[in-house]
């Protein structure tokens, strides 16, 4: 039902910020919750930070006061802004919407901290 679509990966360096961006198809209203998940080389899938219809946020620590997570209604669209960004921070970063207790995912976009 929900197609999120991941976008705005790229090389950065340490330090600096970068926006990634979620386009879910349909009505963003319709969805329950959107996450963000990241795998990092040689890591295991992890979770980044989450936001709910209300618009209730929650983060990973390893990203807490780093990263903020919104939503633009009008755009169908979940943002995910970037600080402070850490070698650690590489990754790919996924996107998924949660509709019925089902949480649909994207392809992934790549992100690369490095100097």
């Known amino acids: 039902q929900v197609q999120p679509v991941e976008s705005g990966g790229d090389l950065v360096q340490p330090g600096g910020s970068l926006r990634l961006s979620c386009a879910v198809s349909?009505?963003?209203?319709?969805?329950?919750?959107i996450f963000w998940h990241r795998q990092g080389p040689g890591k295991e899938r992890e979770f980044v930070a989450y936001?709910?219809?209300?618009?209730?946020?929650n983060y990973a620590d390893s990203v807490k006061g780093r990263f903020t997570i919104s939503k633009d209604i009008a755009k169908n669209t979940v943002y995910l802004q970037m600080n402070s960004l850490k070698p650690e921070d590489t990754a790919v970063y996924y996107c998924?919407?949660?509709?019925?207790?089902?949480?649909?995912w994207g392809q992934g976009t790549q992100v690369t901290v490095s100097s």
């Open positions: 998924g919407g949660t509709v019925a207790s089902r949480t649909y």
């Open positions: 349909g009505s963003i209203s319709s969805v329950h919750g």
């Open positions: 936001i709910t219809q209300s618009g209730s946020t």
